[in-house]
């Protein structure tokens, strides 16, 4: 509870903390469950799955931890979206080819790409406060 109050009275809200709690985490899962991210990297795309899948999770935890101090977020905020565009082909890849993924329904693969706007969205605004 205190972390939660000193949180606030640095300038920071609830949705920056959401944020961050989302990215740190997706990011140490880049870590700790390699394989389900190399799956999803393009095969086309000029390095290798495992390198693209560290340096996508490295810049999801430091951009995530970047948003909790209002003196990196502005950073955070640029360095995430940036992010949010460079593996979006990689969720178009993962929906076109839905049956490599089972059980994932080909549904929410394909729901998942507006809402790849909508979170950038909430980092833009985060990224501002």
Do not use: C
């Amino acid at each position: 509870m205190s972390f939660l109050i000193t949180f606030k009275r640095s300038g920071n809200d609830a949705s920056s903390l959401i944020l961050a709690v989302v990215f740190v985490s997706a990011g140490a899962l880049h870590f700790l469950r390699p394989r389900v991210f190399d799956a999803i990297v393009p095969p086309s795309l000029p390095i290798p799955a495992q390198t693209a899948t560290l340096i996508s999770g490295a810049a999801e935890i430091a951009g995530g931890l970047g948003l909790l101090l209002p003196a990196t977020r502005p950073a955070a905020r640029w360095g995430l979206l940036a992010l949010l565009l460079a593996v979006f082909p990689a969720n178009v890849y993962m929906a076109q080819h839905a049956e490599k993924f089972k059980p994932l329904p080909e549904w929410a693969l394909w729901a998942r790409l507006p809402l790849q706007w909508v979170l950038g969205y909430a980092v833009w605004r985060a990224g501002r406060r």
